[in-house]
């Protein structure tokens, strides 16, 4: 297979199971559940500024690909168990060609996502340290509260 042929493959790979596409919520998956799901990883890390922002919605993409890849995964072996109806150990030896490959690619994508995943995890905590010793250098002393401004007057009117 020529290589501009295999990059018109894996494009229609990516759009057939969803994985390595570009579009993060697919016609049959629901914007509420990426947006809570999004929110969830933003509430627990809450980043300070763009590069933690997009850091985090990094690690909360790749967990939707993962949630989507183990749909994918059980759905294919669903598909052939239901198409054989066999014992699962047969089945699992008699498995056809094309879906033993969907099957593989899948797996593959999975572990990518996993180390996508990981490294962002990784990274994440890196960069908030950093960020959080640079934040507290350039906040401003505070400054006295008005309760102190008042008493400080109170006693010098007497």
Not at 30 to 49: G, R, S
Request: hydrophobic share 30%; glycine share 2%; net charge negative.
């Amino acid at each position: 297979m020529s290589s501009e042929a295999q990059i018109v493959a894996k494009g229609r790979n990516a759009i057939e199971h969803g994985i390595d596409s570009q579009i993060k919520v697919l016609y049959n998956e629901h914007h509420a559940d990426y947006n809570d799901n999004t929110q969830v990883f933003i509430a627990k890390f809450q980043p300070q500024d763009d590069v933690e922002r997009r850091l985090v919605e990094r690690i909360a993409d790749c967990e939707w690909r993962l949630i989507r890849a183990l749909y994918i995964e059980t759905a294919t072996v669903d598909l052939q168990v239901a198409e054989t109806a066999e014992l699962i150990v047969e089945t699992f030896e008699t498995i056809q060609e094309p879906a033993r490959v969907a099957y593989e690619n899948v797996q593959r994508q999975e572990a990518r996502l996993h180390r996508h995943y990981e490294r962002a995890y990784k990274t994440l905590p890196e960069i908030q340290k950093e960020t959080h010793k640079k934040y507290r250098k350039t906040k401003p002393p505070s400054s006295p509260t008005s309760s102190t401004c008042s008493t400080n007057r109170s006693s010098h009117e007497r």
